[in-house]
């Protein structure tokens, strides 16, 4: 093996300081080895503002629930077509049975997504109608965003501003920005031209953020019962390692050492992403990794037949020769919780901070302890996450652009 290969083969990133849903990882609560701070996902309202048969508006608002999901919100559609057929009797202050199914997930919001089209210059009476059986202090206080389409060349630029008047009447936090996407048939069809509506929305959740975590703090939580809230969710969530390496997706399975209370194994099914520092590595995003993606945590108990003293992510290229990690070379990883990776080397990706945070492997088999396979090396690449502990579980994904094809 030619040593200069090697250092060539080694891929170093450059990644640029935390940006969208990762800015909230070190937010300064305090606490303790073996715990994490699980950040609340705030309960986002998106209220689609019509109730005809085939909306636009609706593909619209559940585009923009996988926007604000993949930034970590914890997000509701409200679909006016679904309200009770005897909703429209004039019974204001008095909404029929079945209006509560829409009252409650508002009452609880922490922050609303208005979206209209434009019908005959105006929002849709039926919006109208609604915001007026809803219990007047529903939007009292509290971030509202607000979004129109239409097919026109304006969008619904008067929609829009009468919506907003009426938002301000009933005391929201109306916020600044608002997005008209004009021809909208058109542009969903191409799937092109939301980016004025993904930067709205972005801006809008890190607002929300910042006014919510003054009301609520993070839970601080031991890392078993932080994975057990992002299992539970069956929602997207970005895992930290110690070595600054994110993982995002969603996480079906994760195995622990009871008795050392120690995480030693976490999978995660569909799209799955690896970052650093909110930027998604190189080659490591949903395409990559669209099936899932099984990954080890912990200290190591051999590499080849050689102890290491110290953790693989601090490791030099020097130690890494040394011990036999080197390109185009097998060496079997073996963890002290018993997973065992044995492949032949193909790459190693380093952060900006010079840490190890994975190393790729062909013809690769991973088992855990008791002889399950968890990894055979018919599925390609084994992209294997470096680092001793999990640091922070955080919702959503720690590069949602690139998470969600933008
Ligand atoms: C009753 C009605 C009135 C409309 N008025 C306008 C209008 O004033 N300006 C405009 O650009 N488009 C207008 N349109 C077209 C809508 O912008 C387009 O159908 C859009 O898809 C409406 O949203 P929806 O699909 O969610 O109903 C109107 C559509 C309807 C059904």
Known sequence: MNWNFFLLLVSFLVVTPLSGASAHLCNGYSKKAGQVQVPPRPKIVILSGTDRAGSNTLKVAKIAQNELEALGGDVTVIDLSQLPKNTFTGGYGNPPPGFSRFQAPISAAQALVVLTPEYNGSLPGALKYFIDLLNPKSFSEKPVT??????????????????????????????GYTTNLPQIGKMLESGNGFGRMFSQLAGFKTGVDQSFTTSLQPTV?????????????????????????????LLTTFTANDSKSSVDYLRFTGPTQLAVNGVELSGQGVAQHSQGFGAPVGELQSIGNQTPS????????????????????????????????????ISVT????????????????????????LFDPNWGTYDMAVGTTIINVQPGAAHAKLYLGL
């Open 146 to 175: 607000v979004i129109g389409l239409a097919d026109g060349w304006q969008g619904a630029t008067r929609a829009t501003d009468e919506l907003r008047l009426v938002l301000q009447h009933l005391h929201a936090n109306v916020y």
């Open 221 to 249: 939580l031991s890392t078993q019962k932080a994975l057990e809230v992002a299992k539970r969710s069956q929602k997207l969530y970005t895992i930290e390692y110690n070595s600054g390496l994110h993982v995002s997706g």
């Open 310 to 345: 110290k953790s693989l992510d601090d490791f030099s290229d020097e130690e890494l020769g040394r011990f036999g990690i080197r390109i185009n070379e097998a060496v079997p990883i073996q963890f002290k919780s018993g997973v065992k990776v044995s492949g032949k080397v």
């Open 350 to 373: 380093r952060s900006a901070q010079n840490k190890v945070v994975l190393v790729s492997f062909a013809d690769c088999t991973v088992t855990n302890g008791s002889g399950t396979v």
